[in-house]
């Protein structure tokens, strides 16, 4: 398989939108307190965290890395912080160079994103990164193929797969689900729910009907809660 970086435009403030996906990666009301809004408290991290001795999050759609580097700098933020091990997905991953050029937009994650630019050189299939102390597995190329090469340790499975703690908490950050569909599909979150542990939550941007009930098929209690900046509504859930 060969990579395919995305094809950007930049808007204004540094917002790279993917024009294959006709959607923006972050909000051009502010990238950092979405993620903050939308992953973080969605899934009560950091607070979750503490105590732990590690703590394990999945997410469709790695994008510029923005939600990994603020896990990182929330994380970094307790007194004792468990290790990090950060699941992801992504398609089209981007060239050190788009990474760097988005990644300026947040001047508070510097050194982190240096960190990340340091070590980004992601070939086909799974790479294990690690960053500042936290271990980034990226899977490149269509979540709903690679999600089936992980397992939960400590369970049977054929091998040649590669065995992670259950999930605690899911980022679902894929583009638009009305223009990438793929990534909310039911057997994909069906099988995200099946790596996931039995206190495991969730947290999305999009409201999307199907979305919910796809949700709750594969297993997770799902509801609304208020969503960042001027969008009404994001969703959170848990295993059910």
Do not use: C
């Not at 950007?8 to 990238?31: H, I």
């Not at 004792?80 to 089209?92: I, N």
């Amino acid at each position: 398989m060969s990579i395919k970086p995305p094809d950007l435009e930049w808007l204004e403030g540094g917002v790279p939108r993917a024009r294959g996906f006709d959607d923006t990666y972050f909000s051009r009301a502010g990238g950092l307190a979405e993620t903050r809004h939308v992953f973080l408290a969605g899934n009560r991290l950091p607070e979750r965290a503490a105590g732990r001795d590690r703590l394990t999050i999945a997410e469709f759609g790695f994008g510029t890395g923005l939600n990994f580097l603020t896990t990182l700098e929330a994380l970094n933020g307790l007194e004792a912080a468990p290790g990090l091990t950060f699941v992801s997905f992504e398609l089209h991953p981007m060239t050190r160079d788009q990474l760097r050029r988005a990644l300026k937009a947040f001047p508070e994650l510097t050194s982190l994103a240096e960190a990340l630019l340091d070590a980004w050189s992601p070939g086909a299939g799974w790479n294990r990164i690690p960053v500042a102390g936290a271990q980034l597995l990226l899977g490149v190329g269509d979540a709903r193929a690679l999600i089936g090469d992980l397992t939960v340790e400590d369970t049977a499975s054929p091998p040649g797969k590669i065995a992670i703690a259950p999930v605690d908490a899911w980022y679902l950050d894929g583009f638009s689900p009305a223009r990438n569909p793929e990534l909310w599909e039911p057997g994909l979150l069906g099988a995200a729910a099946g790596l996931t542990a039995p206190d495991g939550t969730l947290a999305t941007y999009t409201a999307a009907g199907w979305v919910r009930r796809n949700l709750q098929a594969a297993g997770f209690t799902v509801g609304k809660v208020r969503g960042f900046a001027g969008k009404r509504e994001m969703v959170v859930g848990r295993k059910a």
